[in-house]
């Protein structure tokens, strides 16, 4: 049995908008914690405890103009990280 195991679980996002702005990603958020809970009673039952969860976010848009600027990202998903009992 290994000391530490890691899993990903990524493409969590959807794709919304409107006319503005089309393409605009947000998290699939319900869907991720389903599978977080599955990840980890699985990895429970296989003899190891949750060590770590650590998001993976990615960066969307950056917009310029006359009145400043913002930026914004979404998460992707998650690496989990297991340690044996």
């Not at 006319?19 to 319900?30: I, L, Q, V």
């Amino acid at each position: 049995m290994k000391k530490y195991i890691s899993v990903a679980i990524r493409d969590k996002v959807e794709s919304t908008g409107n006319d503005y702005n089309k393409g605009f990603r947000k998290c699939r958020a319900e869907e991720l914690a389903q599978e977080i809970d599955v990840v980890c009673n699985d990895y429970d039952e296989k003899g190891y405890d949750l060590f770590t969860i650590v998001p993976i976010v990615q960066g969307q848009h950056i917009v310029f103009s006359s009145d400043g600027s913002w930026a914004n990202s979404v998460t992707e998903g998650v690496i989990i990280t297991f340690r044996a009992k």
